[in-house]
């Protein structure tokens, strides 16, 4: 079984994307969204797909306030759900350094964990105590992945602590099927490679 762990607020991105993916070709996975952004009293959401088909879907935690205790209680979500479903999961696929913490944690060596890692900023955060943290965890999650997916360039660069045989430079955007392909040796390194990005509080697309 495969588990993917994403941040969402209603909007398509990456984890829904790859969720799709798995469902059209009849895959068994559990799909667990948190809440993007901490104080808008949305809670977790955890489905359970069989062959493809959406088994069961259940609402999970409690609305956060702050932005410490809602990253505190995505990655205690992640780890109970992971810490239930270790024996039969073989893939975890997450989008934050600190579900893939939770999920090394609960699930072991045997697991094996993909970071998808769709941005870089310096300060996240305005607090120096969270951006602390953050930083951290981004290093521990670089550490135990067994693969980093990753969208911007100059990664090595940027997190000199990152190991370039496991990092995969990929393309992201809302939609995977309206990116065009193409090889890595037919790459412009000057060209379009991010689609675009949600502005949450306003709830608009943005190009970049």
Not at 149 to 176: I, M, Q
């Amino acid at each position: 079984m495969k588990f993917v762990c994403t941040y969402t607020d209603g909007k398509v991105g990456v984890g829904q994307e790859l969720a799709g993916y798995l469902a059209e070709n009849g895959e068994d996975f559990v799909f667990l969204e948190h809440p993007i952004v901490p104080g808008t009293g949305r809670v977790s959401q955890l489905s359970t797909y069989r062959v493809g088909k959406l088994e069961n879907q259940v609402s999970i935690g409690a609305p956060g306030c702050g932005a410490m205790r809602h990253y505190v209680r995505c990655f205690a979500t992640t780890f109970l759900e992971m810490r239930r479903r270790r024996r039969d999961t073989d893939l975890f696929v997450g989008h934050a350094n600190v579900d893939c913490i939770a999920a090394r944690l609960a699930g072991g060596r045997r697991l094996k964990i993909v970071y998808v890692s769709i941005d870089y900023m310096p300060r996240r955060f305005p607090g120096s105590l969270l951006n602390t943290v953050f930083a951290l965890a981004d290093r521990l999650a670089y550490r135990w992945a067994d693969q980093i997916w990753h969208s911007y360039p100059d990664v090595l660069r940027l997190k000199p602590y990152a190991k370039k045989e496991k990092c995969l430079d990929t393309f992201h955007g809302n939609n995977f099927r309206r990116i065009a392909r193409k090889p890595l040796t037919e790459r412009n390194r000057f060209g379009l490679v991010y689609l675009g990005g949600l502005a949450p509080a306003a709830h608009l697309e943005v190009a970049m």
